[in-house]
Nanobody, 119 residues
Framework: VQLQASGGGLVQAGASLRLACAVS????????IGWYRQAAGKEQEGVSC????????YYADTVEGRFTISGDNTKNTVYLQMNSLKPEDTAVYYC?????????????WGRGTLVTVSS
């Protein structure tokens, strides 16, 4: 399983960015793709996730109403549309796959993409 995140950059507060996570190698029908972030000196935070089977989504309270997660099965890509960005959204963003295994859920991580929001 491989995940590749892209789309980060430097923007001003109030701007938008769209992150993309290209996913390959998952053969299961049931799995989750999630976005996490880690700001300098802070613990990792779960931002959002989407179910591959039914498209259900989850958002952290800190991004609810501003971020939207979506998937494009034709491109095997999950997007995180981030609107109304705030300086506190500055972090390295990672995408993650939660894939059911025979005995436990397997977690796969991609390399992060840096988002910097200036005030």
């Amino acid at each position: 399983v491989q995940l590749q995140a892209s789309g980060g950059g430097l923007v001003q507060a109030g701007a938008s960015l769209r992150l993309a996570c290209a996913v390959s190698g998952i053969t299961k029908d049931y799995y989750l793709i999630g976005w996490y972030r880690q700001a300098a000196g802070k613990e990792q935070e779960g931002v959002s996730c989407i179910s591959a089977s039914d498209g259900s989504t989850y958002y952290a309270d800190t991004v609810e109403g501003r971020f939207t997660i979506s998937g494009d099965n034709t491109k095997n890509t999950v997007y995180l549309q981030m609107n109304s960005l705030k300086p506190e959204d500055t972090a390295v963003y990672y995408c993650n796959a939660h894939v059911p295994g025979p005995r436990a859920t397997m977690h796969y991580w991609g390399r992060g993409t840096l988002v910097t929001v200036s005030s």
